[in-house]
């Protein structure tokens, strides 16, 4: 890609920044939503309640398994901004469904469908298709902005730099983002208060946003970037799964995903264990985070230091351009090893939402190793990338059944060292080119 690149101006690489912050919100938004519904929706579920409510996550990342492809294809055929518009629209669509979701559970909570020895009613399977739908929009999105900001050229930045700065408003996103569940969309209440109604206002305002965005980013001139797509009249192209180090990296954002949302979206499940059990967190020996009247809660806080650490640890290496990707992926994924296996010893959740700083850099890294020197293969290559974050869907449902099947949450968190070491086992052999790079000049 190095070739094929020009200098450009902030102006579209900053809107583009602007739509990755809405991606981050509204994909914690989703996750953080499972300890609430798992309330509202699964009370009677029986002995599946874990595995229930990882369904959330895993309709949410299904969509990117479903849409990735599409978008790249959408973004051959015609260019970056009409597949942008279209995922913001998706998101929208998304939005509406979830808040039909909490008009019929309202209107018509006597409707249910029977599994195993619980009962689970309609309005929860409406949620999980608007959480598909979401996390469709978001691929859409997502495999448009992740190409077009590696390859948009700002002087004196790097790719990984540059990606790594759009990540960190991502991570902004996801670190408010749990707040925003508690304390606006719940209003601070406890949980044997809640209501499936108070999804509705909140849900609405925020498509109200997202469709101002679409019209906004609409107004605004998105230039294309030569040699990122492949043209349809050659002839000469090329199985974009012969390229080892994409294909590997594939199956290590597979692995990243799964241990990003399994600790994001599952922490706040352990603690409400721990809660329920008698062995409560507390903070500076506080048990409630009270501000007014509003209990902004402990498993929130242990969300939001998991994604402000990501956020953090995003803004540090974005001010640097001369690190390698690659060493920067194996000191990461070895310390989050070591923290995740401390955290299960001890059974501390404040040291496992640490691992937030070491997993800000793994997307980054993954992605820039995976779609090196790819040139005109890059759009094709990053929906293909995108298909890994089914990983997301897989990882933490499995930890669910695991928590189901054993009663706690402590020893699930062993699948995350698994993913850690797998992605390491890509740092050291999988990103390694073995093809002759692509080229504006060298089709094949």
Request: proline residues 3%; glycine residues 10%; positive net charge.
């Amino acid at each position: 890609m190095n070739d094929t690149k020009v200098s450009n101006t902030l102006g579209p690489y900053l809107v583009l920044t602007f739509v990755f912050f809405i991606l981050g919100f509204m994909t914690t938004i989703n996750g953080q939503c499972q300890g609430p519904l798992k309330i509202l929706f699964l009370d009677q579920a029986g002995e599946l309640k874990n595995t229930l409510t990882n369904l959330i996550s895993f309709c949410f990342f299904s969509g990117f398994a479903i849409s990735s492809l599409i978008s790249s294809k959408w973004i051959n055929r015609h260019g970056y901004k009409t597949p942008l518009l279209r995922g913001l629209v998706l998101m929208v669509i998304a939005l509406l469904v979830t808040c039909l979701s909490s008009w019929v559970a309202e209107n018509y909570s006597q409707y249910v469908i029977n599994i195993g020895d619980g009962k689970v009613p309609y309005g929860f399977f409406i949620f999980i298709l608007g959480s598909f739908l979401l996390g469709s929009s978001v691929s859409l999105v997502q495999t448009v902005i992740i190409p077009y900001v590696s390859a948009y050229v700002i002087p004196n930045t790097s790719t990984v730099q540059r990606v790594n700065i759009t990540c960190a408003a991502n991570s902004f996103g996801t670190t408010i983002a749990p707040f925003f569940v508690t304390a606006v969309i719940f209003g601070g209440a406890a949980m044997n208060d809640f209501n499936a109604g108070q999804l509705m206002v909140p849900f609405l305002l925020i498509a109200l946003c997202i469709a101002s965005t679409r019209i906004i980013v609409g107004r605004i001139a998105l230039p294309d970037i030569k040699n990122t797509r492949i043209d349809k009249e050659d002839n000469k192209q090329r199985n974009i799964w012969s390229f080892s180090h994409l294909k590997w990296g594939v199956v290590a954002i597979f692995f990243y995903v799964g241990a990003e949302m399994g600790v994001g979206t599952n922490v706040n499940l352990h603690a409400m264990e721990l809660e329920r059990t008698g062995s409560g967190l507390a903070f500076f020996g506080k048990t409630h985070l009270m501000v007014g009247n509003i209990d902004l809660g402990i498993p929130a806080l242990l969300a939001t230091f998991y994604w402000g650490g990501m956020m953090i640890g995003r803004i540090i290496s974005g001010l640097f351009n001369n690190i390698s990707p690659r060493l920067q992926l194996m000191i990461a994924t070895v310390v989050a090893a070591l923290l995740t296996l401390i955290a299960i010893i001890t059974n501390n959740l404040w040291i496992l939402v640490s691992v937030g700083l070491c997993h800000s850099v793994m997307w980054g890294c993954i992605f820039t190793l995976a779609v090196k020197d790819l040139g005109k293969y890059t759009s094709k290559a990053s929906g293909v990338f995108m298909m890994g974050v089914f990983g997301g869907a897989v990882f933490p449902v499995l930890q669910g059944f695991l928590a189901d099947f054993w009663g706690s949450w402590q020893w699930t968190w062993g699948l995350i060292i698994i993913c850690e070491l797998v992605m390491f086992w890509y740092a050291v052999y999988g990103s390694k080119i073995k093809e002759k790079p692509i080229t504006a000049d060298n089709n094949i």
